[in-house]
């Protein structure tokens, strides 16, 4: 079947359209929304091992050739991002039959969740540079709507915030895309690569370099890195916990896939400027994102500035640009997508059993919820890139990839990072979980177990993506080959070209 | 011709910026409005401007106008819709619910100590 | 906004005829002179915003009892449908297939999916400038 | 996966399993079902004996990540072995007497156990991996395991505290290490240690060679709590204490030993090695003798003694390392210091393990371990007493104990470094033997005070929360045992001569084709050591009994050691900074954020725009322009610059909707029917829009300060000024046709379509309007959840 690929947009999508007609009956929406979360799932996982069997998979939306109609592309990183980003939704979708509140569901909080996973998903297969703007807008109006449903006083003066910096960023996006449209004349994104290759074999023309930067600027507010990060923190702030997760493991991740699919196939040379450029910009990230995690006694504010620090680690790996760092850079982002999602879920519970995210408030959880702190255990050591969970390899190769370009400065830097790291969130475990037990009001009315199914899964899938990391090396190291040559991905798309 | 049209997209993005960057909601909200007239123009002039006629077929013109770039204009203009329309809604739910639409006291603080 | 201008009402129904006929005209004229299903549905709501002036909230809601919301999730799966239906023939997504037909009385005619598909545009942007204008209208 | 693997990971396997025996078996103490374990580990490695005892090993191999160069590649060794056999021998020590220390109704038995058989498995991974990666894997373990055993009182603000410093401290050494296993194979190509070894000759000159040996270093000393990353290992003190004994006599703090002997072959051939390592250790040495003489706690004292006996064999490794740097092994001249490393190695966890089981006894059974309320407890515990002599004769380097022995070998080894001609050793050199000599003249005071404070003296029972008396049998067995160990080992050294320490030491310095022969004597005749043990016994006791006059001494330093606080006020500093610094940045105001951000965009775009020489401006391509053109543009240009400065709601929103036009008007002009047709109309909805929402609204009021009106003005005018400029550069860099004509050519043909921009749209790029739409009916849903879904509690602002 040709369509296979388009099948992780197109189920959420249906579903998102059928989660409208079931609005008001929640039963048969947590159904709907679970059952389609589940088979986008298998299906992606299907996906992974067609491409893994065939080679990148490749759709000519509406039958016209590339590049003049719009071609999804389904490579071995985009596959796999699709694979992640469905696991994470499947477990949000999960946590949120407990984890929310019925008014919520009733006004299209699965539905937002469904055209979410349409945005991200499709984000991560096209192969059409303004079809990425039109999935990012789909991410973005869902994300409006995820974040602002509620209409909590915070969530409506973060939602300004968050959408007044979107709202630019998706302005630059499409004069980016005028601009690139204006020198190369084309939009499919291995035409594009195609044609900048042609051009530079003297040399990259300076107009695209700068077009480059304006696209880094672009992807970099979405992926929030120094110095367009600043909207993070606070708007992430606002939501609820199983919104928190998708933003926080999803949301930022595009912005990271992006940069590595836009640097690696139009602007790779450029003779070491945004390299370097890159390279700075993810070693403040991550010393910035650091200092934030490790400044506040809020739980949620600490694991949302680790998202920062993330970021800016695979970016480092992405600007590295030698095989071993890309490959860690594409360990790192999946591991980094899957441990948030579970730490953010984990850490709603946190919030739902003591009512507050002030770690000063909450001590001694460990001992009512052995299962809950050994959990965040776990996944807090992956966060921190401890051996052998999941964040290890990538953070290997990524500082070996750093080593091998003689970036050793940055590379001692994310190495070091792992330290502050593993400070911030076991600051959580030591204060929170240790400690004298306390009663909380409301906890009992938490039904901590079911909740706990979805960050569960996720920490194992954790563990097993770095226990076993040699069953899903290959995989990466596949996905990393199309990065470091474009040959692989324009070949498969322009076929006859 | 394209010149001039760069040089109003300028200014478009420039009055853009500053209201953005002004404290009163209303203002940002224009701000962001004009921000995407300014896009738009963009690309229109990007595609370059008046090298033919209408795409219209049948009107039997030897060359045509580029009719890529207005496709992605209109598709932008409607999703820039959506977005204001959306905006417009938080600014006034923002007012009803915060009782100010001055962005200086809408800085919040939660778990920020 | 409830008003008894007779003259208006009556000038608004004519003029919402004429908006009507040019929105459906532009609608189907799309693929062939500007128009299309944007704004054909945009002008298709503009004239129940008409409505909306000249009458109020319930008389409208009387002579138009549609849920925009399930409007609006109609037109999505008629434009998904539009694409789907090619997953049945094994084509790319969204390929499109068009067909010239001689019909007795209305002639040449050329039948084109494309059409099916403007109509899920068409539906949806009705309806989300409806839901748009109705629920800011009603919090008044 | 061979016998060898299963044998590493059975206390991890065990380790699942003591939950569900916890659970089942209430009334049986759980430490029963992990006893068998350690001894059955003991006997296996024991038949390893006869292997390496031939100085030979064993290597077995388990994929793990070939991928990677990651295999789990287990290797018995001389070392190795000699390490296993502590880990699970005294393991099983320290589980006997913990099953009689821990009572098995007030303790959290399940997780007790748990924490101890992983940090068992840990430690039985790190000495016997023959791959870094998995040797650093292991190494994390135990920095973990031993976390979560610190802090098993979990509710003591103390036990939080200490385990949080460990677990930094250790870790950060951890990484540092995992920093030079990655330069070792970025010189090698392989994470494998025996075929790093084989190699080392030529990464000797690399560039990345002493980075590598400094980074092993850290992560070597941060683990052996070597000065100044010290400050760890008493905080430690707060675990249990079976705990303090297994992790601070043979295991956690050996693992870094382990790692300075293990890489030895490797970076040994640099002078900085020996010299970084002999420095560091008998400054530690000197310091932790130093300070254990001020503590009054008695595990304070042995953890300070921990300290300074674990710089002692760091130091004689330094020293023993000269004989790889000078390629004289076979003389022994430097070697003995290598032999007494590791025969002090091996004396250190008979007596030290001991002796932390006689602090716990004393503990268990009086109720405090303050030695300013203890005394006299001889007569009670005859036993303990015993035992506590024998343990502390034996540190203070006493005949006939073996403590004695390895010390006459270690000031050997010291009074040697006189010899050495690197690095001004030949004039600074004689420091060592002093440092030497002075610690052990400490060592042997606090000692005596260990033993005669806690068991002669006067007997204080008001002090005492218990009334004391002789510990049972069953907590007394692990220590007696140690003890025989002492005098035997003291007695007849040999027995582990040739058995354990000259394997071991084969593996820290391979010489191909030679066999090591150690013979330990026990009268070497009046050589210069032995006046040095005379002095040491003279001045000690000496200074014991003078220790209430001179004790003052020690007022002269601040009563928290100085690198202690750096730790505390630099933690709670950087803390407390970064807490400033990001409220500082991240102050809730998007006006700041905008600002950074676009004050970014226009220095990089237009620095990289002149630093590339991308700006061109070509005039030669451009359309001409007409009059009705300039006159729209300038009522676009008026209208967007006076928007700015309007105070008005309603003449702002006119003035936007008079732009909105004039672009549908550009749009006209630039034959753009359809763009234009849907610009009219969605320009009027924005407007009525605009209308409605803000019908409600205040006024806009001139509040914005001057100078913030001209940062607005400075980056408004450079945004603009930058999309312009790029504008113009990207319009003359036009270097493709556009994929357009295809468009216009196939329009009718394949898509019986006339108007191209609406066949783009539902065919072409149909992909694109598909979800356009659906942006507008999310945006749909999420304005009817706004206005309907309230959970704020918010009522409308009626009155506003």
Redo the contacts between chains.
Sequence with gaps: MINFLILPILIPLVTGVLLIFAAKHIMLQRLIAGLSALITVIVSVLLVKKVNNDGIQTLNLSNWDAPFGITLVSDMLSALLVLTTSIIALACVIYSFRGIDEDREKFYFYAAVNFLIVGVNGAFTTGDIFNLFVFFEVMLMSSYVLIVIGGTKIQLRESIKYLLVNVISSALFVIAVAYLYSVVGTLNMAHISVRINEISELGQPGIITVIAVLFLIVFGLKGAIFPLFFWLPGSYYAPPAPVLALFGALLTKVGVYSIARTYTLFFYQDGGLIQQLLTILAVISIILGIIGAIAYWDIKKIVIYNIIVAVGVILFGISAMTQDSLIGAIFYLIHDMNVKAALFLLVGIMAAITGTSDLRKISGLIKRYPGLGWTFFLAALSLAGIPPLSGFVGKLLIIKGGFESEHYWGAGIVLMSSLLVLFSIMKIFINGFWGTSRDYEGADKVSVKRMMAAPVILVAIAVFYGVGSEFVYPYISQAAETLANPGIYIDAVLKEY | ??????????????????????????????G???????????????????????????ESASS????????????????A???????????????????T????K???????? | MKTNDVILQTATKVVLFLIVLFSVYIFFAGHYTPGGGFVGGLLTSGAIILLLLAFDMKTVEKILPVNYMYMIAAGLLFAIGTGAGALLFNVPFLTHAFTDVDLPILGHLSLHTAALFDLGVFLVVVGVTMIIIKTIGEDD | MSLLHLAIISPFLLAILVPIAYKLFRQIHTGWFVLPLPILLFSYFISYLSITSDQQSVTKSFSWIPALGIDFAAKVDGLGLLFALLISGIGSLVVLYSIYYLDKNKEQLNTFYVYLLLFMGAMLGVVLSDNLIVLYTFWEFTSFSSFLLIGYWYHREKSRYGAQKSMIITVFGGLSMLGGIILLYLMTGTFSISEIIAGSDEIFSHSLFVPALLCFLIGAFTKSAQFPFHIWLPDAMEAPTPVSAYLHSATMVKAGIYLVARMSPVFAEHSLWLWLIAGFGITTLFWGSFSAVKQTDLKAILAFSTVSQLGMIMSLLGIGAAALHFETVDDSYFTVATTAAVFHLINHATFKGSLFMVAGIVDHETGTRDIRKLGGLMNFMPITFTLAVIGTFSMAGLPPFNGFLSKEMFFTGMVRVLEMDIFNLDTWGFLFPVLAWVASVFTFIYSMILVFKTFTGKFQPEQLEKKPHEAPIGMLISPIILASLVIIIGFFPNIIANTLISPAQAAIMPVEGYVYDTHIYFWHGFTPELFMTLGVITLGILLFVTLPKWRRVYDFLPEKLALNRFYDSGLSGIQHVAHKFTKWYMNGSIRNYLVYIFTFFIITLLSVLFLKGAFKFDASNVSAIRFSEIVLALVIAIGAITIMFVKSRLTSIILLGAVGYTVALFFVLFRAPDLALTQLVIETISVALFLLCFYHLPQIKDEERMPFKATNAVISIGVGLVITLIAFSAHSNKLFDSISQYYIDNTYEKAAGKNMVNVILVDFRGFDTMFEITVLAIAALGIFGMIKLRLGGGKKNENK
């Design positions: 011709m394209e010149i001039l049209i760069s040089v109003i997209v300028g200014i478009l993005f420039m009055s853009a910026t500053y209201l953005m960057l002004s404290k009163s909601l209303l203002r940002i909200i224009i962001t409005a004009i921000l995407s007239h300014g896009a738009h123009l963009l690309i229109l002039t990007m595609g370059g401007l008046k090298r033919g006629a209408a795409p219209l077929l049948g045509y106008s580029d009719p890529l770039p207005q496709a992605l204009i209109l598709t932008a203009i409607v999703i819709f959506g977005v204001t329309a959306f905006f417009l809604v938080l600014a006034y739910r923002a007012y009803q619910e915060l009782g639409d001055n962005m200086d809408l800085r919040g603080n939660e778990g920020n100590d």
